[in-house]
């Protein structure tokens, strides 16, 4: 039987610039309930969907459907703003967090506050798609975007996410290791990159000098054990993980 499509998704990783150190990054925690990396710390995000391209169909950009979901899935998972233009304060957050739980169509509500998308705001980083056996598998564009000016608390969407913060990924990369969070295979690999850099045009930069060729992870025996291996030129310091622990480090 023939594998079920991979899931076309999105996800925006907002990066906030600190004055003191690396960037703090916005991670939310998914509820323990959540058929998909139920318990696990993840960038906001999710599949794509048709009102996504019908609203992206104005733009040339060929990644505009996926960026229009990474930012409403954003807001509805944090009511964190990102990749948006026009009159914006940290308070709007949970206003349009709210509308969108509440069913509002996302056009609608961007022109009723006078709010634009700002496509370019968005910058590709990577696309993974994991084929293992999961019950589904996504197809996911990762972008970065720069946080807005302000100071942005994230409310996690209740239900779907159990907490929101802001935090370096060396910070959440130490947490995964010491067994106090934990992160699928990708989430961990892409935190990794991204403790290698010290500001978010560093990421940018990091991110144009890639590939975005699909990252398929594979199985492979090294060292007598079998590990789950990603190609060694898209720019992670770590390409392999123990299958054993690569589904849930």
């Not at 004055?19 to 318990?39: H, K």
């Not at 794509?48 to 979901?69: C, E, G, M, S, Y």
């Not at 696309?127 to 990762?142: E, G, I, N, S, Y």
């Not at 100071?151 to 802001?166: I, K, M, N, T, Y």
């Amino acid at each position: 039987m023939e594998p079920e499509p991979a899931i076309p998704a999105a996800t925006l990783i907002v990066m906030q610039q600190a004055a003191d150190g690396p960037p703090r990054i916005l991670i939310v925690e998914r509820a323990r309930a959540m058929a998909f990396a139920g318990g696990a710390i993840v960038f906001p995000g999710g599949r794509i969907d048709p009102a996504d391209r019908a609203l992206a169909a104005r733009f040339a950009d060929p990644h505009a459907a996926a960026k229009v979901t990474a930012i409403r899935e954003t807001i509805e998972e944090s009511a964190v703003l990102a990749g948006l233009s026009g009159p914006i304060d940290p308070a709007l957050g949970p206003v349009l967090q709210d509308a969108l739980l509440a069913g509002t169509d996302f056009a609608e509500l961007l022109s009723g506050h006078g709010l634009s998308l700002d496509l370019e705001a968005l910058t590709p980083f990577a696309r993974w798609m994991p084929a293992f056996k999961q019950a589904r598998r996504f197809d996911t564009l990762f972008f970065i975007a720069q946080a807005l000016p302000g100071d942005w608390p994230p409310r996690p969407q209740p239900g779907e996410c159990q907490s929101a913060e802001w935090a370096s990924a060396a910070a959440l990369v130490e947490r995964i290791d010491a067994g106090t969070d934990h992160a699928i295979f990708p989430t961990k690999r892409n935190l990794e990159r991204l403790a290698c850099f010290a500001t978010v045009d560093q990421a940018r930069a990091d991110a144009a000098a890639h590939s975005l060729d699909t990252i398929i992870p594979w199985v492979e025996q090294r060292g007598g054990e079998p590990r789950v291996c990603i190609p060694d030129d898209r720019g992670y310091p770590v390409t392999s993980e123990p299958l054993a622990t690569a589904f849930r480090a």
